[in-house]
């Protein structure tokens, strides 16, 4: 049995610009990472950097379609997978799956974790897409490696 971590929400604007939200770190950076190295597009190698860790997290294996998902890899042992699909009320429904770890208890708690980061990551993108909100800014400073 493997471990998945899922999270999903709706998001009141068209599937075009969530899309453009989640590949594009001039939008990601304000709900999301600090810095980028890049674009978001298949093929590509990317290096991440969040504002509580002073580390950097590569992401490979990007995979993009257009206005419909992105997967990547950034833990050996899962793949991220982001899927859009469009409501008739213009508004899109955005669905995480991270998935691949194997059933024991250091992964359990990782499910556990891994979901509750990824309704984090969609919250903080609605209240950016929908409201122009920095949810996350000083948000989890506690969780700085002092």
Known sequence: MKLVAKASIQIQ????????GIVNPEKMTNYFISESTGK?????????KFPEF?????????????????S????????????????????TVVKV???GKEFNEENL?????NTEGWANFLACMKAYLEYGIHLRKGAFDFMREN
């Open 13 to 20: 604007k068209p599937i075009k610009k969530v899309f453009e």
């Open 40 to 48: 978001m597009e298949t093929g590509k190698e990317l290096t991440w």
């Open 54 to 70: 002073d580390q950097r997290f590569p992401i490979k294996n990007i995979t993009t379609k257009i206005n419909s998902s992105v």
């Open 72 to 91: 990547f890899v950034w833990d050996l042992a899962t793949i991220v997978t982001i899927a859009l699909e469009a409501q008739p009320d213009k508004s």
């Open 97 to 99: 799956t991270e998935d």
């Open 109 to 113: 708690k990782w499910a556990i974790g």
